[in-house]
């Protein structure tokens, strides 16, 4: 008799998962409904940046770092 891992893997058979696209290593959620479980492929979004995308990042970063290290002292009037 085979043993199964007790993590919470649940196992899909081969036809099911090639009618549904599945692939071995993707993720999935499970969802509770009135009518039980529900598997749906879980998304995750990427997003490439490009270098002047980064360089904007950092000198966003470097204004705040210069204004909490100098603050501006509020002029008197």
Not at 47 to 75: G, M, N, V, W
């Amino acid at each position: 008799m085979q043993s199964f891992p007790s993590r919470g893997v649940v196992m899909l058979p081969a036809n099911i998962r090639h009618i549904l696209g599945i692939k071995g290593d993707n993720q999935l959620v499970a969802e509770t409904t009135a009518d039980g479980l529900l598997l749906r492929p879980a998304v995750t979004a990427i997003e490439i940046y490009s270098d002047q995308r980064i360089r904007a990042f950092d000198e966003a970063e470097l204004a705040k770092e210069l204004t909490r290290r100098h603050p501006r002292k509020k002029s008197a009037r």
